[in-house]
């Protein structure tokens, strides 16, 4: 399949594509693996860049080295608006990596580094488009608010989260933007690009498992290494109940709608339970994709982490097993947790390491038909869509300040350079050309939704 990249829209101006470009650069070369994250070095650098254009900031620091940041152009009031990015990344073996994930390599068309997609690049976005009002001194209706925080690939605790419960007024505003959406999907040939309206949320638990010890030369199958094995068996043979939500119904409707009849009514099927499977695993078969949509489907557990036994001749009476569980929204975590055992037999005690809510926002929400305008100018013909993720995003921290929260930072992709492969990848990389398309993008919403003049 070939594509021909749009142009760059809105006759963006060139000193802002070049800006956006050289602070994404620079952020890709500082190494905020998480953990220990440090993104104190990031709001070193970002603050330089506000000081060298008039504009004030607050930073935040959860503990040592965790520092958000926080700048306003315009009024700071319940009408701001809120573009947001986190600025830690998840780590990266450079082993795997044609190019050093922290060197911000130009190679074959893209640029190369760990948080190229995930989300340094809409950090970069943000304080090129803020730069760019304050620089000017462009008259706004409604400020422009931009926070970078840090912590959200652990869990959000020393980043939005803490901000939400100590400085909630920083994430007060009319309407937030952040990540996971207005990317290029491709459908067949149509391009699709999701706008994000919902994600599952998170219960991170620990099992601490009791078995029989023993000498290893006499199997037993009664210690707890058994025990965790046959927990993790029942997981991956036993999943959870399928449910179709209304984000994601909402989804299918709109994917329909772009592949027309026959090939709409059978995808809008998927979230039907009787057909579900026999679509997916017949007609879509692509594993990376039947994984997403049964993940969307329902509440899921993935083992992560084990741990046990102390010697090679041991039967270890105790052992660990980790495990992310994703719910979907309508599924409380409380919930979830206190039913656990009912749901997964075995001799063993719960630690609750983490949880978080589903989050879902209103689709008939009026940034729904500004951001899906503003793509089918960017991009001609194209269809956007309202998504929910299987993941969690700094949304959850705004959603407890009931500050809307939709997912947009965007970026042109090639077919061959397929979105889900690049978050916590190898070789995340980003088209130089999709970067500045997704800069011209992000400058004009904040037009738009700022009403400059």
């Known amino acids: 399949m070939t594509q021909v990249p749009p142009p760059i829209p809105f006759n963006t101006p060139q000193e802002v594509l070049d800006d956006g470009m050289n602070i994404f650069r620079t952020l890709l ?37 965790r520092e958000s940041v926080l700048t306003c152009y315009g009024p700071d009031n319940e009408e701001t608006v809120i573009f947001s ?5 998840v780590p990266a073996n450079p082993v795997h990596w044609d190019h050093p994930p922290f060197e911000a390599v130009e190679a074959d068309g893209c640029i190369w580094g760990r948080g190229a997609i995930d989300m340094k690049n809409m950090a970069a976005y943000a304080l090129a488009t803020i730069r760019y009002l304050a620089r000017h001194q462009i008259s706004v209706k409604r400020g422009l608010k931009v926070v970078l925080f840090a912590d959200e690939e652990a869990g959000c605790s020393e980043g939005s989260l803490a901000i939400a419960r100590k400085h909630p007024e920083w994430l007060k505003g009319s309407i937030a933007i952040t990540e996971v959406g207005g990317f ?34 006499m199997p037993s199958g009664e210690g707890a290494v058994d025990e965790l094995a046959r927990i993790v068996q029942h997981l991956s043979t036993q999943p959870f109940d399928f449910r179709a939500t209304q984000p994601v119904r909402d989804f299918l409707e709109g994917i329909a709608e772009v592949l027309g009849f026959p090939r709409g009514k059978i995808f809008r099927a998927i979230g039907n339970k009787r057909l579900s499977d026999l679509i997916l695993d017949n007609l879509v078969k692509d594993p990376d994709k039947t994984r997403v949509f049964r993940a969307l489907l329902r509440d899921t557990v993935s083992p992560t982490m084990t741990d046990g ?7 270890p009476s ?27 037999p075995g001799n063993y005690t719960i ?29 001609p013909g194209s269809h956007p869509v309202p998504q929910m993720i299987t993941g969690f995003t700094d949304a959850r921290a705004f959603d407890e300040v009931k500050t809307p929260c939709y997912g947009f930072s965007p970026v042109w992709l090639p077919p061959e350079i397929p979105f889900a492969s690049l978050f916590h990848g190898h070789n995340e990389r980003i088209p130089v050309h999709g970067f500045m398309w997704g800069q011209a993008c992000t400058l004009e919403l904040a037009k738009r939704l700022c009403g400059t003049e």
């Open 309 to 315: 036994g102390t010697k090679a001749n041991v039967i």
């Open 351 to 379: 630690e609750v390491i983490d949880k978080g809510p589903p989050v879902v926002m209103d689709r008939q929400h009026p940034i729904m038909e500004v951001l899906t305008e503003l793509l089918k100018e960017a991009d």
């Open 29 to 65: 070369r500082i190494d905020t693996s998480n953990p220990p994250g440090n993104e104190h070095l990031v709001a070193d650098y970002a603050v330089t860049l506000l000081e060298e254009v008039g504009l004030e900031y607050t930073r935040f620091e959860a503990s040592p080295g």
């Open 85 to 89: 990015a986190h600025v830690d990344v």
């Open 184 to 217: 290029t999907t491709y459908v067949d040939e149509h391009r699709v690009y999701p706008i994000q309206v919902a994600e599952k949320g998170f219960v991170w638990l620990k099992l601490h498992i009791e078995g029989v010890p023993g000498h290893g030369s």
């Open 318 to 344: 105790k052992a660990t097993l980790t495990l992310d569980c994703r719910i979907l929204p309508g599924t409380d975590p409380d919930t979830f947790i206190s039913n656990f055992k009912d749901r997964v």
